[in-house]
């Protein structure tokens, strides 16, 4: 099945308002004079009848993370002018830097600070803070005729993918199930070494030591914390007896990246691993994940980098990233549908340099083959209503706006046409001088498969690649896709243990220690002295229960 954009009709009001008008003037048998009258009365009565369906004013508060838009501001003063009759509601929008983000929204929540909308996800904190009561429910407001744009942009499908234990909480963002990444090679600084396309890793290796060489002041490879986020990664695809964690964004069970392990029959866990245990923790897994390092090996890969000067020296500071020059870059990782924005702010530095994109997870992805991106078929991303919010009716009333129509949608996610950029067919958008002022993080508040318009600035190339992503059947489900670990069992110990698993997680992924397994062995160590145990025991009780009540 292909998700494919769709038109939306208009809105019934206004064939409603289309339709009475032709039949009072096929039917009227006044002159025109009087017509004239009938219409300004009309007119006056509507007025009337609009100041009485006016809400109250209200502003909510949204707290979402990364950096505000220049042009915000603007953008938000068209949101209101064009609503002030209908939802009559002011947007306070507070982004936090997103090294401080999780820490201000936790302590908002826990201390009861009333806001109405923030970000969320299954890889983030979205399962620890629902244990917790922080979010609220949200199921009547989907499927629900009250809320026409939300029941057409978020199909009952959709949301039962996204459901946690029998109910939504989340509001689900994506154009596709994945955005598959790719590492953006500079096209012009490859050329002018003579060297070929980089089409795998042996070739990457080969263009960063040239540009080492060559350029000793340049800087082959810009990381941040994240490193290359998916260099060397195994993937489960074809198997139904393990589930990998192979670093922490893609842990289930916490926070805490532990590896599952299931019988061929699909009925009894058999074990759970994770960075830093010892050979005898994966003595029961299936080959060829039978050895700490066939899931956790590619660290070493990343301390490799490093060490050989491939990557710049402090990728967990923002600032010495961000000092970098960005003309000198040689490499960036990325992802397809980042790589125009990407593409659009080196040529304002350099009009001549340009990317091309090396897709170093997957050949079957580079061929664009059936099932070969990973998924749970669960959004990567949303947002969430927290239990505080004193204003869940209206904060669900402006997204039933914003995706009740395109012009509504364009607007907050692509801000104002004609300014920030202007429209190609009913489903395309070209950037304008003035796109950088006003980049909305969509994947925080607007994504959607339906609404959101593709970028035409992105080569015919890309543009494939897009619409490759946005098919089912380009991906694979993993197993234990709909398992949702509850985390009130164990509380106590995961608050004492993610704060050091991220610390071990910046250092591993980075590959900053070059001994990197002794450093994980260490770490482990640790961990286990902070309730490591107690949390594997629990994941094994869950996911056994899981798999008893039929679950895969």
Known sequence: MKVRFRKLALPVLALLLMLSTALTACSTKEPAASNSGSASQATETEKETNAAQTPDPVTLKFMFFGDRQADLDKVLAEFEKRTKDTLNTKINFDFVPGAEFRQKQLLAMSTGESFDLTFDAPWATLFNHLSLGYYQPLDKYFNNDEYPGLKKAFPAEMMENNKVNGHIYTIPFQTAYSDPFIIAIRKDIREELGLPPVKSMEDLENYLEAVKTKHPDYTPFSIGGRGIFRLGIPEEKGRTDIRLAAIKPESFTGGVPFSVAISPDGKKVLGAATIGDPESAFANFPAPFNTHDSIYGHFGTRAEYY?????????????????????????????????????????????????????????????????????????????????????????????????????????????????????????????????????????????????SRNNMSNSPEMLKYIEYAKDTNSYYQVPLAAFVFDTKPVTTELAKLNPKIQQAADILMTGLDPKWKEFAQNSNKELRALGLEKVREEVLKQVQAYLDAGGK
Do not use: C
């Not at 924005?341 to 340009?354: E, H, Q």
């Not at 909305?440 to 959607?448: D, L, P, S, V």
């Open 307 to 451: 060490g050989n000067g491939y990557t710049n020296k402090d990728p967990l500071s923002k600032q010495a990233v961000e000092a970098l020059d960005k003309n000198k870059v040689a490499a960036i990782e990325t992802t397809i549908y980042n790589l125009t924005k990407n593409t659009l702010d080196l040529k304002k530095i350099n009009a001549n340099a340009d990317y091309e994109p090396f897709f170093y997870t997957s050949d079957d992805i580079r061929d664009m083959k059936p099932g070969a991106i990973r998924t749970t078929f669960i959004a990567n991303n949303s947002a969430v209503v927290p239990s505080s919010s004193k204003n869940v009716e209206r904060t669900m009333k402006f997204l039933d706006w914003m995706f009740s129509s395109k012009e509504n949608h364009d607007l907050i996610e692509l801000g104002i046409e004609g300014d920030h950029w202007t429209a190609v067919g009913d489903d395309g958008y070209n950037t304008t001088d003035n796109s950088s002022n006003y980049i909305f993080q969509g994947y925080e508040m607007t994504w959607n498969p339906t609404l």
